[in-house]
Structure formats: structure tokens, C-alpha cells
């Protein structure tokens, strides 16, 4: 099993203002920066609740019929989903893993700040790709939180764009 993160940051290091709003981020993403040929290697999307509230601003649905699973503990809403291959799992990170795993899943992508917070510190994530986008905004919420040991990166590629984007992949250390 793959699993990946790919993530857009303010460049200090916000995935989103504290309420979740994520007006600094490029109008669709800014120009193409290899997302379409990430979300095309990945079997399934995971996302925690309040991505996914967020997620369902969005119009048209961003992932199109790519599976998406939203982790909630409690009920989830899905009636506004249009298109939409989504549902809905609980239970920890290696839970989430053994059952996606069970039903084919070879590529994951993880998104939104606490559940790619709570996968690190499992030790489940083997690749970050994180773009900075060209502005600060002070405060908001933070792409990493605080972990139990360090996590050591191995630096894979960085790319710069002309719209000032910086995207860089970093391999995690299995070694830990």
C-alpha cells in the first residue's frame, strides 16, 4: 500500500485560515503543477469530516468518481454529494488501511490537516508533496502538529513554477 500526501501551504506553513477558509490558495489550483497526474495514481481519496465540509463548497465536485472516504465517527451527510463516489469509515489510521487495503486499494491520498496529522504519527505516510503558494497569512491551520519523534524527510524533487508555486516531494524514512 501507497500512501501520499499532497497538499497546497501558504508559504509559513498553513493549510487553511482558522475557519477553514481557503481563499489564499490559487483560483482551480493556479495552473497545473501535477496534481491531475497525482489524483490519477490514487485508488482512494481520505479525508476527515471537516475537509469534506469543506470539500462540499466546491462546485463542481473537485474529485469527479474517484472513491472518497470520509472519516466521521458520527453520521455523515452525503445527500449533496453529486457525482461522487463517497462514503464513509471510522476507526484509526491502520484500521483505515487494513479495510481499504481489503477491498483493493493500492494508492491512498490523504487530506485535511488532523487526519494527515494522525497518519504521520502512525508511521502510515511514505510521501509528502507539499506546494507553497507565495503568501503569508499569519495564522491559521497548521499543516503539521506536534509528533511524538522526529520524522526524518529524504528530499525527492522541487519545482518551481512561474506563478511563484513551489512544489516539493519528499520520500518519508522508513527507517524509524
Known sequence: MKISVFIGT???????????????????????????EFI?????????????????TMKPWPYGDKRVVVLSSSPVDFSSVVGGAVE????SPSEIVSKLAATGANHLYIDGGITIQRFL???????????????LIGEGIPLFGSLPHDI????????????G????????????
Open 152 to 163: 526524518r524527510l529524504r528530499h525527492i524533487a522541487t519545482k518551481q513554477y512561474p506563478s
Open 10 to 36: 501558504s508559504l509559513d506553513g498553513f493549510i487553511a485560515r482558522p475557519n477553514g477558509d481557503l481563499d489564499f490558495l490559487p483560483p482551480g489550483g493556479g495552473e497545473p503543477h501535477g496534481y491531475n
Open 165 to 176: 508555486l513551489v512544489s516539493s516531494e519528499y520520500q518519508v524514512d522508513a527507517s524509524r
Open 121 to 135: 504519527r502512525a508511521g502510515l505516510i511514505q510521501r509528502l508533496i507539499i506546494t507553497r503558494v507565495p503568501v
Open 88 to 91: 464513509q469509515m471510522a476507526g
Open 40 to 56: 490519477a495514481s490514487v485508488d482512494a481519496i481520505v479525508i476527515g469530516r471537516k475537509t469534506f465540509e469543506t470539500v462540499l
